[in-house]
């Protein structure tokens, strides 16, 4: 059974930093690419990062130059270190799972999600 758990989401003032991961558990996942959205009440689910199996990455304009995602084959898990945060920066941000060969913006080519933990940037 494929498990996605996210941790690391709180509260922080804009400008400040937070680094939310993503442990995976049930899938083989140094074949994966791993992926964050986000979600902020009343907007739609937009893509945050992504980083291939490979390591190639993939940000969205809105936070290219500020957030950076990671991975950790040996320990199954995925980070997003999120900088110079901004109240727009608020959101449930969630990891995906997906067997694309590359870094993807595209919500449905991720088979498998986490519950999503909660960022919210205070101005």
């Known amino acids: 059974q494929v498990q996605l758990v996210e941790s690391g989401g709180g509260l922080v003032q804009a400008g400040n930093s937070l680094r939310v991961s993503c442990a995976a558990s049930?899938?083989?996942?140094?074949?994966?690419?791993m992926g964050w959205f986000r979600q902020a009440p009343g907007k739609e689910r937009e893509f945050v990062a992504a980083?291939?199996?490979?390591?190639?990455?993939y940000y969205a304009a809105s936070v290219k130059g500020r957030f950076s995602i990671s991975r950790d084959n040996a320990k199954n898990t995925v980070t997003l270190q999120m900088n110079s945060l901004k109240p727009e920066d608020t959101a449930v941000y969630s990891c995906?799972?997906?067997?694309?060969?590359?870094?993807?913006?595209?919500?449905?080519?991720?088979?498998?999600w986490g519950q999503g933990t909660q960022v919210t940037v205070s101005s």
């Open positions: 049930g899938l083989s996942f140094n074949q994966y690419t």
């Open positions: 980083i291939s199996w490979r390591d190639t990455t």
């Open positions: 995906g799972a997906s067997t694309r060969g590359y870094a993807t913006a595209v919500y449905a080519a991720y088979g498998y």
